[in-house]
T-cell receptor, first 115, second 112 residues
Framework: GAGVSQSPRYKVAKRGQDVALRCDPI?????LFWYQQALGQGPEFLTY????????KSGLPSDRFFAERPEGSVSTLKIQRTQQEDSAVYLC?????????????FGDGTRLSIL | SQQGEEDPQALSIQEGENATMNCSYK?????LQWYRQNSGRGLVHLIL?????REKHSGRLRVTLDTSKKSSSLLITASRAADTASYFC????????????FGKGTKLTVNP
């Protein structure tokens, strides 16, 4: 497809389990972003990559959160030892990097529920 | 943390009416963007306005930006039921990161 693809769309895990969320950006897009969206709130930045380089991870809430993009395309967001407060929608976005900020193209997200 | 506030938090109007949503932000910006989010879906980019622009139009959308007041407004004219969604403003990070900082959003309901 032409858009940003995220999988799975829904994930239910028990507290303490590890989860991995996948993002396939638009082909050729250099920048890739992860956001966390709590119910009824706007997205909050977690981390972003330019190609395989993680340039900003200031939004990751704890060291249980880890993201990678080893070949500069697909990215995985991993959450270890999940807690109930990790329940949220995790959105991935990509953009072609040009001079200045550009619109970001979002996937439909992964809705994570921690029981 | 969220950059600012959208106002109102929720808005309900009839088809054909205009809808105005406001956004305030806290820091200096290079540009401001508006996004729409349908329930259960990702965000869709609507319009980008640069800090040296005061007004921008795109179809039925009109965006204004007042950098002295650190505020923006989104006007949707002749609304349709399909415009029902949440609307978010987002600002860039002048510190050099490409990240966006979003407001809390306005939930718009357009009744047929």
């Amino acid at each position: 497809g032409a858009g940003v693809s995220q999988s799975p769309r829904y994930k239910v895990a028990k507290r303490g389990q590890d989860v991995a969320l996948r993002c396939d950006p638009i082909s050729g897009h250099v920048s890739l972003f992860w956001y966390q969206q709590a119910l009824g709130q706007g997205p909050e930045f977690l981390t972003y990559f330019q190609n395989e380089a993680q340039l900003d991870k200031s939004g990751l809430p704890s060291d249980r959160f880890f993201a990678e993009r080893p070949e500069g395309s697909v990215s995985t967001l991993k959450i270890q030892r999940t807690q109930q407060e990790d329940s949220a929608v995790y959105l991935c976005a990509s953009s072609p990097r040009r001079v200045g900020n550009q619109p970001q193209h979002f996937g439909d997200g992964t809705r994570l529920s921690i029981l | 943390s969220q950059q600012g506030e959208e106002d109102p938090q929720a808005l309900s109007i009839q088809e054909g009416e205009n809808a105005t949503m406001n956004c305030s932000y806290k820091t200096s910006i290079n540009n401001l963007q508006w996004y729409r989010q349908n329930s259960g879906r990702g965000l869709v980019h609507l319009i980008l306005i640069r800090s040296n622009e005061r007004e921008k139009h795109s179809g039925r959308l009109r965006v204004t930006l007042d950098t002295s007041k650190k505020s923006s407004s989104l006007l949707i004219t002749a609304s349709r039921a399909a415009d029902t969604a949440s609307y978010f403003c987002a600002t860039d990070d002048k510190g050099g990161s490409e990240k966006l900082v979003f407001g809390k959003g306005t939930k718009l309901t357009v009744n047929p």
